[in-house]
């Protein structure tokens, strides 16, 4: 039995957020020139771990018929969320100590796209739930 679930349209958001994320500017950074964005692209391991987050949530959604499966990749893709802000902060703090956040743009993606993964994750094990007790039922 396979249930339409929410968590694919929330995991299609979290995939719609990183992908912007990777195309707007996160930070500035002061030069003698004047303002310089920062970009997911000046770091390229910060921006493979961003391809990889969008990549594995696309995964995640396709994993529609196979709720374990997709559950362990939604997993997956929220512990590179984490590493990826995590990340985000090092970048900036080490290597740009007077870099300011770009809080409306980058840093929300980032932090919104996060919350849509856990929500998907809380939407796939109720769906478990549920698919237990009909089993149990029977």
């Known amino acids: 039995m396979v ?8 995991l299609l958001i979290a995939v719609v957020l990183m992908c912007i994320f990777c195309l707007t500017p996160y930070a500035t950074h002061t030069t003698e020139g004047g303002n310089v964005a920062v970009y997911a692209s000046d770091a390229p391991v910060f921006l493979v771990i961003n391809i990889v ?20 990749v939604t997993i997956l893709s929220i512990v590179l969320l984490c590493a ?7 970048i900036l703090y080490t290597a740009m100590p007077d870099a300011t956040l770009v809080w409306t743009g ?3 993606l980032l932090i919104v796209a996060l919350i849509c993964a856990v929500s998907a994750y809380r939407f796939m094990r109720k769906d478990r739930n549920l698919l237990r007790s009909y089993d149990r039922l029977r």
């Open 84 to 90: 990826s802000i995590v990340t985000c902060g090092f």
């Open 106 to 108: 980058g840093v929300v």
């Open 3 to 10: 249930i339409q679930r929410w968590q694919n349209l929330l």
């Open 53 to 72: 987050i969008a990549a594995l949530l696309v995964l995640g959604i396709f994993y529609f018929k196979n709720l374990k499966r997709q559950m362990t």
